[in-house]
């Protein structure tokens, strides 16, 4: 297996990447981007995700990082699960 070196350049391209597609989610049920409105994925998410496959690596995963709007599609069920109840969120 041989390893591949990315320039610093593209490393800074990869953080701006991966900063927009941190940015860019949907948050509710309607399908559109949270920040631009944009059916999801919206294009400049598209063009983030493009940039990793482009060097064959995979954005960050931040968890529960798309839950910051839960409460539009729990229905106010409660689960055993504390951060799916909108009461017991501080």
């Given at each position: 297996?041989t390893g591949t070196y990315l320039s610093a350049?593209?490393i800074d391209q990869l953080g701006q990447a ?46 529960g990082l798309t839950f910051a709007d839960v ?20």
């Amino acid at each position: 297996m041989t390893g591949t070196y990315l320039s610093a350049a593209v490393i800074d391209q990869l953080g701006q990447a991966q900063m927009v597609i941190d940015r860019h989610l949907t948050f509710s049920r309607s399908g559109v981007c949270g920040l631009c409105n944009e059916a999801d994925p919206c294009a400049l998410r598209t063009e983030a995700e493009q940039l990793f496959a482009r060097y064959g690596r995979l954005p960050r995963r931040t968890p529960g990082l798309t839950f910051a709007d839960v409460s539009q599609w729990s229905g106010g069920c409660t689960t055993g699960f504390g951060w799916l109840n909108k009461s017991e969120r501080s």
